[in-house]
């Protein structure tokens, strides 16, 4: 391969989707030569790499036996001499998210904290600080956040898998698809040791009030829209003139009408009758929904006895981390209402269509809210408040988190607090899918746009940028 080498680290499966899927890598060829290698956790990845001359890496763990260090496994020592190193990482990156967060003051993570300890363990096992002994002592002391910052980053971390890659690549840019998780550190460090320039892509628009601080070296930062761009700008103290707004880059299919199937063709397709109808029910992971099941099953229960009309369904879409879905929702699997839809290698312009034509969009604290506003499908956000509950534990205080407050406060995103809410706003949707356009398009304006189908061609442009002027 010939053209300037550029290393792209993706280091979570929906953020590589997202990265790969949208077209970016593509814009970027067209635009080349340039020697691509891709960093991601797929190994459906490499695949489509190839297509388009670029080489793939798995992103490193200890404890995968391949691809971290060509095809030969680290010797089971060595093995386990990293990841007793990468687990101390990942322990001290949590104390600083925590003390991070408690600076900031951000209440939803103080309202996190208040939950049971039941719920917080999710979060302590996804490696998540929802434990004040992540803050011990003096949890406010910015003295002591900056000591741990500037420990973290001295090169404690490096790996040398990691190292081996840069020495053999050499690459000129590196791009960070996230950059708040230890899963990153490594490529950064190693970046830093050879003064490789780093362009950051904001992986997603809670990152800036959830992960953290962000790495060291970032020489310019791309973010979705002007609300990410100000939290930026606010907690993280990054200046205007480094930050580029692109636009979100897994929402440009929907600007391609071409991408949508004719109605008839997709409900056929996908395993509905030309004539049926259907609610996009998109399930969270299990610490963020725990109301879920019982919520989908009251749904099903009127939708079989013809509550909403005849010929509605109930399409379930499991989160693609879901791993307890089966748990969860297999109760409604062969449900005479209900299509359930299995975690999976999601397809963007799949997503697209099923959200395209459905009646109603319904999920919990979760970005597909705006997806469906970026479509204009009517949406509703799940707020449950059960008494039966914990007060903190309960679905509703989510929306006390900053990025979801921001949508909710802004008035254009309804939220059901019950069974009866929720049934009414569904029933308003399938007599009128014109209902609350105006709010979905105050959604876009404040939260999605630019919605040009154009953020991938931005992101490309910033990198042969910023690679030219290495």
């Known amino acids: 391969m010939t053209g300037p080498r550029i290393l792209v680290v993706l280091p979570y499966a929906l953020m590589a989707r997202n990265f790969i899927q ?20 797929n190994d459906s990845d490499a695949a489509r790499a190839a297509k388009l001359g670029m080489r793939w890496q798995i992103v490193f763990h200890p404890l995968r036996l391949k691809g971290v260090d060509g095809d030969r496994a680290p010797a089971p020592l060595r093995k386990f001499s990293w990841y007793l190193r990468y687990l101390a990482g990942t322990g001290w990156r949590m104390m600083l998210v925590h003390r991070f967060n408690r600076i900031q003051g951000f209440r939803g993570f103080a309202m996190r904290l208040r939950q049971s300890w039941k719920l917080r363990w999710r979060f302590v096992a996804e490696g998540l600080p929802m434990s004040r002994i992540f803050g011990f002592p ?19 971390q490096r790996f040398e898998p990691v190292d081996a890659l840069f020495r053999n690549f050499r690459p000129q840019l590196v791009v ?22 780093i362009l950051g892509v904001n992986g997603s628009w809670d990152q800036p009030t959830t992960k953290g601080p962000l790495c060291p070296g970032i020489k310019r930062l791309l973010v979705q829209n002007e609300q990410v761009r100000e939290e930026l700008r606010r907690f993280h103290d990054v200046p205007d003139e480094r930050m580029i707004t692109v636009g979100w880059t897994q929402m440009d299919p929907y600007a391609d009408r071409h991408i949508f199937l004719e109605r008839r063709t997709f409900l ?35 939708l079989h006895a013809g509550r909403y009309g005849k010929g509605v369904r109930l399409h379930l879409r499991c989160h693609p981390n879901d791993s307890h879905w089966r748990e969860r929702f297999g109760g409604l699997d062969g449900h005479p209402a209900v299509r359930l839809e299995p975690p999976g290698d999601a397809d963007i312009v799949e997503l697209a269509n099923l959200i395209h034509h459905a009646e109603i969009v319904v999920a919990s604290a979760g970005s597909v809210n705006l997806d469906a506003a970026a479509l204009d499908t009517p949406t509703v956000g799940l707020a449950w408040d059960n008494e039966t509950v914990p007060y903190w534990d309960r679905q509703a205080r989510a929306y006390e988190i900053e990025h979801l407050a921001a949508v909710v406060g802004s008035q254009h995103l309804p939220v059901a607090r019950d069974l009866m809410e929720l049934e009414g706003m569904i029933q308003e949707a399938l007599d009128d899918r014109s209902s609350r356009a105006a709010g979905r398009q105050a959604l876009r304006a404040r939260f999605i746009e630019p919605l040009d189908g154009r953020a991938s061609a931005r992101v490309a442009a910033q990198i042969i940028d910023m690679v030219g002027k290495t």
Do not use: K
């Open 22 to 41: 949208s077209g970016t890598l593509e814009r970027l060829a067209e635009r080349g030569p340039f020697d691509v290698t891709v960093v991601s956790p």
């Open 176 to 197: 960070l698809g996230h950059l708040q998780t230890p899963l990153v550190t490594p490529y950064v460090l190693a970046a830093d040791s050879l003064g490789i320039p």
């Open 138 to 156: 003096f949890p406010r002391s910015r003295t002591i956040y900056r000591w741990l910052y500037r420990l973290y980053y001295s090169g404690w």
């Open 268 to 302: 056929l397709q996908i395993g509905y009758r030309a004539e049926d109808r259907y609610l996009v029910f998109a399930a969270n992971p299990g610490r963020l929904g725990d109301d879920e099941p019982e919520i989908a099953a009251r749904l099903a229960e009127g």
